[in-house]
């Protein structure tokens, strides 16, 4: 009911401390299964100095703007492109669907279809219905990664573009993104990389001297790029990341906003209405941080992610589902349904509806959360 008279600060405030006490939260260390963490403390602090910016209407906040320009020139960069053409936007779902928006309407095709792989996020499957686009799955090969033949196989006049995963929500994996780029330059059609996730450790991860492909600007065949920083870039929801190489894509989704007190814009977003303080936020962690400070976090997530995927295997009756390739590890058991469900009853925030539960070493999750962790699940797997 909403009411009559109003009621002090305290007491509200008390009211909701109690409302969500039964919260999971992510200092408790208890979340392990999401890509999501609390907030470094200096983007806390700049989401609260400009709480009031509205990306939605640049031209009141022309600053901000520019900042949100620098900060998508910075990911560029880190994405191996000079000048990339994007936004900061709600979320990696967000990005990819802008993504297919745009090669959906410079494909000019009717009955448009992308190809991605089995292991794509959920969020193309609202692209695909949003939009009209057909979704064409590509089958996984052993390792998880996208089976570039099938990919190639799949292509037809209606395709739009392909979709490359740069850590898989559920496994981390980076798919073969080289082979793909070549394909779809062979093919003239556009490649979208989905690196909601790796895009924040990737590249820091490979500055440390771990194998992995390329995944970015640098190949010629990939347009466009989901890097979110409300992921391993340690800003607070929301901050998603949609860069593209050309400004030809941008374009071909911006729609005229007539009204804006800040005078007429063309707009590219979804959102209308959306927070500048999460643009600086975004523009003022990579400041702060640098490519040295991220990675460190990335430094110390892969060894925890090592040094627990070993330990999972000296559990009789716990597999891994494939070695990690970033900073998650998978992992099945025998009574997959009872361990999750004594997992969650023990209160640790993990799911299992894949199959197999994953355990994303965010920078949340220290080692004592860990030994916790695995002292529970030894428990259960003899019980
Ligand atoms: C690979 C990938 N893409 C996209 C998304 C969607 O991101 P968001 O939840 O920020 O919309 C996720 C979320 O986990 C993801 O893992």
């Given at each position: 009911?909403?009411?009559?008279?109003?009621?002090?600060?305290?007491?509200?405030?008390?009211?909701?401390?109690?409302?969500?006490?039964?919260?999971?939260?992510?200092?408790?260390g208890?979340?392990?299964?999401?890509?999501?963490?609390?907030?470094?403390?200096?983007?806390?602090?700049?989401?609260?100095?400009?709480?009031?910016?509205?990306?939605?209407?640049?031209?009141?906040?022309?600053?901000?703007?520019?900042?949100?320009?620098?900060?998508?020139?910075?990911?560029?960069?880190?994405?191996?492109?000079?000048?990339?053409?994007?936004?900061?936007?709600?979320?990696?779902?967000?990005?990819?669907?802008?993504?297919?928006?745009?090669?959906?309407?410079?494909?000019?095709?009717?009955?448009?279809?992308?190809?991605?792989?089995?292991?794509?996020?959920?969020?193309?499957?609202?692209?695909?219905?949003?939009l009209?686009?057909?979704?064409?799955?590509?089958?996984?090969?052993?390792?998880?990664?996208?089976?570039?033949?099938?990919?190639?196989?799949?292509?037809?006049?209606?395709?739009?573009?392909?979709?490359?995963?740069?850590?898989?929500?559920g496994?981390?994996?980076?798919?073969?993104?080289?082979?793909?780029?070549?394909?779809?330059?062979?093919?003239?059609?556009?490649?979208?990389?989905?690196?909601?996730?790796?895009g924040?450790?990737?590249?820091?991860?490979?500055?440390?001297?771990?194998?992995?492909?390329?995944?970015?600007?640098?190949?010629?065949?990939?347009?466009?790029?989901?890097?979110?920083?409300?992921?391993?870039?340690?800003?607070?929801?929301?901050?998603?990341?949609?860069?593209?190489?050309?400004?030809?894509?941008?374009?071909?989704?911006?729609?005229?906003?007539?009204?804006?007190?800040?005078?007429?814009?063309?707009?590219?977003?979804?959102?209308?209405?959306?927070?500048?303080?999460?643009?600086?936020a975004?523009?003022?962690?990579?400041?702060?941080?640098?490519?040295?400070?991220?990675?460190?976090?990335?430094?110390?997530?892969?060894?925890?992610?090592?040094?627990?995927?070993?330990?999972?295997?000296?559990?009789p009756?716990?597999?891994?589902?494939?070695?990690?390739?970033?900073?998650?590890?998978?992992?099945?058991?025998?009574n997959?349904?009872?361990?999750?469900?004594?997992?969650?009853?023990?209160?640790?925030?993990i799911s299992?509806?894949?199959?197999?539960?994953?355990?994303?070493?965010?920078?949340?999750?220290?080692?004592?959360?860990?030994?916790?962790?695995?002292?529970?699940?030894?428990?259960?797997?003899?019980?």
């Open positions: 009911m909403f009411p009559e008279r109003g009621a002090g600060e305290e007491e509200v405030l008390s009211e909701l401390r109690r409302k969500t006490a039964e919260d999971l939260t992510f200092d408790s208890r979340i392990l299964g999401s890509m999501c963490t609390y907030p470094h403390p200096f983007a806390i602090k700049i989401i609260t100095e400009f709480i009031d910016r509205n990306l939605g209407d640049p031209g009141l906040h022309v600053g901000s703007r520019k900042v949100e320009e620098e900060a998508i020139e910075m990911l560029s960069s880190l994405l191996g492109l000079e000048r990339g053409y994007g936004h900061i936007v709600s979320g990696g779902t967000e990005a990819n669907i802008l993504a297919v928006r745009a090669f959906r309407n410079l494909a000019d095709v009717e009955k448009p279809e992308l190809i991605l792989p089995k292991s794509a996020h959920f969020s193309f499957i609202k692209a695909g219905e949003m009209g686009v057909k979704l064409v799955w590509a089958e996984l090969n052993e390792d998880y990664t996208v089976n570039v033949r099938d990919v190639e196989e799949k292509i037809t006049d209606n395709t739009i573009g392909i979709v490359g995963i740069a850590g898989t929500t496994l981390g994996v980076v798919d073969d993104i080289p082979a793909l780029s070549d394909v779809a330059l062979d093919y003239g059609l556009p490649l979208h990389v989905d690196a909601a996730f790796g924040f450790v990737i590249p820091f991860a490979k500055g440390l001297g771990y194998e992995l492909p390329d995944f970015d600007f640098r190949l010629k065949g990939v347009k466009s790029i989901t890097i979110d920083p409300h992921k391993m870039g340690m800003v607070p929801i929301p901050a998603g990341g949609i860069i593209f190489r050309e400004k030809k894509y941008i374009d071909a989704i911006s729609v005229l906003a007539p009204y804006l007190a800040g005078g007429r814009i063309w707009q590219a977003t979804i959102t209308g209405t959306r927070p500048g303080a999460n643009a600086l975004v523009w003022a962690m990579i400041k702060h941080l640098g490519f040295e400070g991220y990675k460190e976090i990335v430094r110390k997530a892969m060894e925890l992610s090592r040094w627990f995927a070993g330990e999972l295997k000296k559990i009756g716990v597999y891994l589902i494939r070695e990690p390739v970033l900073n998650i590890v998978s992992f099945g058991t025998e997959l349904e009872r361990v999750e469900e004594e997992l969650k009853r023990r209160g640790w925030g299992a509806h894949r199959g197999y539960i994953r355990i994303v070493l965010m920078p949340h999750v220290r080692k004592e959360h860990l030994e916790e962790f695995l002292r529970d699940l030894r428990e259960i797997m003899k019980g």
